[in-house]
């Protein structure tokens, strides 16, 4: 179904260009797969927000949920949210100004996390630009070099055939770009559009969306006219789109194999074991952050590695099912005598490693080969210690070929790897089983552990940034949720909006956020959701520890160095706050809990999420770093014949 005909329209009705524009736009992106937009509201947008309503009320298979937010870094975080919760590109619609500028987060994370992100901003037109006009900037090429594509579109002048598809194309070419369809990777593409007064509908209009159909008249008047005539009269219209709900120009679903730098295209075509220099004796594999918001690539990993009898160490984000992966990995490599007495020859890189110091260091150790296993040209080496780079069609064809021969049983060093993360994890767990009573507050690996073994399955577990992550790396067992966080930057702004999003895209799997109490503040306009928005089925659990916690584990913490000024420490590092978070949630309409004990939480978090809440935990700040002491205790003893 196309957009409405003259007969559905009130006559003597007008298509404004900017009408005419919008309603093209918004069709186009419905026939491109774009099924979530986020609108923050304002004046020069407003053709766009009245499209954008109408995509919403659809019926059909080509509706546009639509998110209206007023904050536009929260927006564009929930956009990125949506993208990844729904594998789909998503869009970010804003009016001209500060509003743009405000996106830049979300865009950096997007490009650094390869999410495709659409930014559509509207803009002043070129004649305002630069004469100090009110809500004006220079929105052309704000975000550099952080975008895929960036296009300022031309003012639309008149609703006529030739220009509809332009603009069709404009947006078929966006899609394409953000989603890396045809060669690159994915990431943000920014549409800047000037509009031009009128950009309101007119009173005689009965619908927000009328079809352009008096393009006609106009049409008549440019100079494809009498080449059309002579056509095919039953060529579709560009207005209209074409018949079937089909985009203008389609482009590839996903990435072809061979989208990727000449030297990192797929190896050839593999019929044997000998073919590829399989992952063998004594090779370590390093899985970090792969950005996959339904955790299948991080399971092809571990279950292709556990098939080639390799151990795994793994960073916390991606797949629930990680038996074969070796638990509490920095905790090994940090205080265990296994490195030392049963060092890797081969350690493969998968993703991208943004947590641990422990696996930084690992990949600097003297006569290691480093490999990395890649799926662009950006391949993550910070440390520069990389030998070769794979693409990540070889991974699928060890992974082919593991499954062809069968599981192999672990060789003696890798045996010693897999045995000694069993006892680590065997006495991790009693540990922080003990470590949080009922009448005490909880540290924040216990916490994290608690969490993680209270969500039901099928879960998805959003974690913030900073200490969250980490504490979530060091009780991460062989089953859990699937756990994603934004690693593209690691920032903490944007991570209850981003939870958001993907509980709102992944509404068939139970949703949960465990974030810490400055990345709570720093995204507590996430909480502002108008009455008539959808709200997502979300339980927040906020790690309280009245402050930065995380510097508490760094050299900044050392207690040396911190008593030797502690209210310096106080102020330029803890940042604690006085907020009332029970206030907060109050004004914004969320209801609130807060905790006393691990059984109280593992009764909060047993049944599926329904609405937003949020669940506040205090946690003990002050015991970060004599945790993380008797942790590696525990690993010490772990490694013992």
């Known amino acids: 179904m196309g957009m409405s005909s003259e007969s559905d329209r009130s006559a003597g009705e007008q298509v404004t260009p900017a009408q005419g524009l919008a309603q093209v736009f918004v069709d186009e992106l419905a026939r491109c797969g774009v099924r979530h937009v986020v609108l923050c509201p304002g004046s020069r947008s407003a053709p766009l927000a009245y499209a954008l309503l109408a995509a919403d009320r659809r019926v059909d298979a080509r509706r546009i949920r639509l998110h209206v937010r007023v904050d536009e870094r929260s927006a564009a975080f929930l956009a990125l949210g949506l993208a990844r919760g729904?594998?789909?590109?998503?869009?970010?619609?804003?009016?001209?100004?500060?509003?743009?500028?405000?996106?830049?987060?979300?865009?950096?994370?997007?490009?650094?996390?390869?999410?495709?992100?659409?930014?559509?901003?509207?803009?002043?037109?070129?004649?305002?630009?630069?004469?100090?006009?009110?809500?004006?900037?220079?929105?052309?090429?704000?975000?550099?070099?952080?975008?895929?594509?960036?296009?300022?579109?031309?003012?639309?002048?008149?609703?006529?055939?030739?220009?509809?598809?332009?603009?069709?194309?404009?947006?078929?070419?966006?899609?394409?770009?953000?989603?890396?369809?045809?060669?690159?990777?994915?990431?943000?593409?920014?549409?800047?559009?000037?509009l031009r007064d009128p950009l309101a509908p007119s009173l005689l209009q009965a619908d927000a969306t009328p079809a352009p159909d008096n393009a006609r008249e106009a049409d008549d008047q440019k100079p494809d006219a009498r080449d059309r005539a002579a056509g095919d009269e039953r060529a579709p219209n560009p207005v209209q789109g074409r018949p079937g709900g089909a985009p203008w120009t389609a482009t590839p679903a996903a990435p072809p194999p061979t989208a990727l730098s000449p030297h990192l295209r797929a190896e050839p075509a593999v019929t044997s074991f000998g073919d590829l220099d399989l992952p063998g004796d004594r090779t370590l594999v390093l899985l970090g952050d792969l950005g996959d918001a339904d955790g299948r690539r991080s399971a092809q990993v571990v279950q292709t590695a556990r098939r080639l009898g390799v151990p795994v160490l793994a960073e916390p984000f991606g797949t629930g099912d990680r038996a074969g992966v070796i638990p509490h990995g920095p905790l090994l490599l940090a205080a265990s005598d296994l490195l030392r007495e049963a060092p890797p020859e081969r350690i493969l890189v998968v993703g991208r490693?943004?947590?641990?110091?422990?696996?930084?260091?690992?990949?600097?150790?003297?006569?290691?080969?480093?490999?990395?296993?890649?799926?662009?040209?950006?391949?993550?080496?910070?440390?520069?210690?990389?030998?070769?780079?794979?693409?990540?069609?070889?991974?699928?064809?060890?992974?082919?070929?593991?499954?062809?021969?069968?599981d192999r049983e672990p060789r003696p060093w890798a045996a010693r790897w897999f045995e000694a993360g069993r006892t680590l994890h065997d006495l991790v767990e009693a540990h922080l089983a003990a470590a949080w009573r009922d009448d005490a507050e909880a540290t924040g690996v216990a916490l994290a552990q608690a969490t993680l073994r209270a969500v039901p399955a099928g879960a998805v577990l959003f974690v913030g940034s900073s200490n969250s992550a980490r504490d979530v790396e060091l009780a991460r067992g062989p089953r859990g949720p699937l756990v994603v966080a934004n690693r593209g930057l690691a920032g903490i702004d944007g991570c209850l909006s981003t939870a958001t999003g993907l509980a709102l895209a992944r509404a068939d799997h139970p949703t949960y956020a465990l974030v810490g109490d400055l990345t709570f503040l720093h995204d507590a306009n996430a909480l502002a959701i108008g009455p008539a928005e959808p709200v997502p089925d979300l339980t927040i659990v906020l790690a309280d520890d009245r402050g930065g916690g995380i510097f508490a584990t760094l050299e900044y913490g050392d207690p040396a160095r911190r008593d030797a000024d502690s209210a310096g420490y106080e102020r330029i590092f803890a940042t604690p706050t006085d907020t009332d978070v029970a206030a907060l949630c109050a004004a914004h309409g969320v209801p609130y809990?807060?905790?006393?004990?691990?059984?109280?939480?593992?009764?909060?978090?047993?049944?599926?999420?329904?609405?937003?809440?949020?669940?506040?935990?205090?946690?003990?700040?002050?015991?970060?770093?004599?945790?993380?002491?008797?942790?590696?205790?525990?690993?010490?003893?772990?490694?013992?014949?």
């Open 86 to 194: 729904s594998r789909r590109p998503a869009a970010v619609v804003t009016t001209s100004g500060t509003a743009v500028a405000n996106l830049h987060p979300a865009v950096l994370e997007a490009h650094e996390a390869g999410v495709p992100l659409l930014l559509l901003t509207a803009d002043r037109p070129p004649e305002l630009r630069g004469t100090r006009a009110n809500q004006t900037t220079q929105q052309v090429g704000l975000f550099a070099e952080a975008v895929r594509w960036a296009h300022d579109l031309g003012v639309p002048e008149a609703l006529w055939p030739g220009q509809a598809a332009t603009w069709r194309t404009v947006v078929d070419r966006a899609v394409a770009a953000a989603t890396g369809a045809l060669g690159g990777e994915p990431g943000p593409v920014h549409l800047n559009l000037p």
């Open 353 to 406: 490693l943004t947590l641990s110091r422990e696996f930084a260091a690992l990949l600097r150790t003297p006569g290691v080969r480093v490999e990395v296993v890649a799926d662009s040209a950006r391949w993550p080496d910070p440390g520069h210690v990389a030998h070769r780079v794979y693409p990540w069609s070889t991974w699928r064809a060890w992974g082919q070929l593991a499954e062809r021969a069968g």
């Open 593 to 641: 809990e807060r905790i006393t004990g691990r059984a109280d939480l593992a009764a909060r978090l047993a049944p599926r999420p329904r609405g937003l809440r949020v669940l506040h935990v205090p946690i003990r700040r002050d015991a970060a770093r004599a945790e993380r002491a008797t942790l590696n205790a525990l690993a010490a003893l772990s490694s013992r014949p």
